[in-house]
């Protein structure tokens, strides 16, 4: 068995990161954690505390959720890389 391709062109194969190693389920995460705060920022400021607290705790939990989902599309081989027998 030949591997041609080098560590990083398989980590982002397997993972879908692009040539800066940013991956979409992490933008998302970072995205809604930026907007929730910002929301319930401002719904806690006109005095809507019900919505306040939803939407804070939401942004709260979304980086959790982003960590967890990139975590999850990550290749299932293990920490080491397949020994070259060549």
């Given at each position: 068995m030949s591997y041609t391709?080098?560590?990083?062109?398989?980590?982002a194969l397997?993972?879908?990161?692009?040539?800066?190693?940013v991956r979409l389920p992490g933008l998302?995460?970072?995205v809604t954690w930026a907007v929730g705060l910002v929301a319930g920022m401002i719904s806690l400021a006109t005095g809507h505390g019900a919505?306040?607290?939803?939407?804070?705790?939401?942004?709260v939990m979304s980086p959790w959720v982003g960590l967890a989902?990139?975590?999850r599309?990550?290749?299932t081989s293990g920490p080491f890389?397949?020994?070259d027998l060549s």
């Open positions: 391709a080098t560590s990083c062109e398989r980590s397997f993972t879908g990161a692009d040539d800066n190693g998302i995460a970072a919505v306040a607290i939803v939407i804070l705790t939401l942004a989902w990139v975590s599309s990550r290749p890389e397949p020994a």
